[in-house]
């Protein structure tokens, strides 16, 4: 609901609402204007009064009333006064009237005060009020995670394919190992073929006649015999 209408509907109840800064609106005491009803009732000459007041105070009653139809906190609904008369105040200064429906209209003057039309017709809007919301005076605060709900067979389906997955990476991981192993006997033994093959082979022939050329001979002794003949002993540094 719109603050201006508000504002009517309080000084419909409350026989006098006024606005911070503009002035106060009144209501004749012996003029009932019903607030609850849907039709649109005929107002009286003058039943609805205006008195420019450039310091009228704040209404608490306004405020509080506000806060009751909108479920506001109070510097809320302040907040919203507040800004509906300085919003308005400034359209006055450009020659923009204020209208307020089932109440009248309001003009800034060349004088420079406010001068109000009255309304012929009443027009309340009944709007449903927003239900009350309620909050605590002294609400825990805790900053801890919402316990999720359990859900057992998700769960174990993803135990399963994690266990899953899991196996496979080991499996994989022994394959790859075993092949890597095995590799490198391989290149080992190719190595080592390679080096025997490679390996040069010595002539038996050419050893013997090298061992032939140069024979080691030893010394023979003197033997008091009466055969003389001499003993010669070869001695190879190798079986071939």
């Keep these: 609901m719109k603050t201006e209408q508000l504002i009517v509907q309080y000084l419909y109840s409350n026989k006098k609402v006024t606005l911070q800064d503009m002035g106060v609106f009144s209501i004749a005491s012996d003029i009932q204007i019903p607030v609850d009803s849907d039709k649109d009732i005929v107002l009286p000459a003058d039943s609805i009064q205006f008195a420019y007041d450039p310091k009228a105070p704040v209404d608490d009653g306004l405020v509080a009333y506000i806060m ?46 406010y001068s109000f039309t009255q309304a012929n017709t009443s027009h309340v809007i009944n709007e449903e009020m927003p239900k009350l919301i309620t909050e605590k005076l002294k609400e825990k605060v805790t900053f801890a995670t919402p316990q999720k709900e359990k859900n057992t067979g998700n769960n174990k389906a993803a135990l399963w394919v994690v266990l899953g997955i899991f196996i496979l ?6 394959m790859y190992f075993f092949n890597k192993n095995n590799n490198e006997s391989t290149v080992k033994n190719d190595s080592a073929t390679n080096t025997i093959d490679t390996l040069p082979v010595n002539n038996t022939a050419d050893t013997i006649t090298n061992l032939a050329a140069k024979p080691t001979v030893s010394t023979p002794q003197n033997v008091n015999d009466s055969n003389s003949f001499y003993v010669v002993i070869k001695e190879f540094s190798d079986f071939a």
């Design 169 to 174: 990476a080991a499996a994989l991981s022994a």
């Design 68 to 113: 009751e139809a909108t479920r506001k906190i109070k510097p809320l609904a302040y907040s919203d006064l507040e800004s509906f008369i300085i919003l308005n105040k400034q359209f006055l200064n450009i020659g923009k009237p204020l209208v307020f429906e089932g109440m009248g209209t309001l003009q800034k003057t060349q004088l420079g005060d």
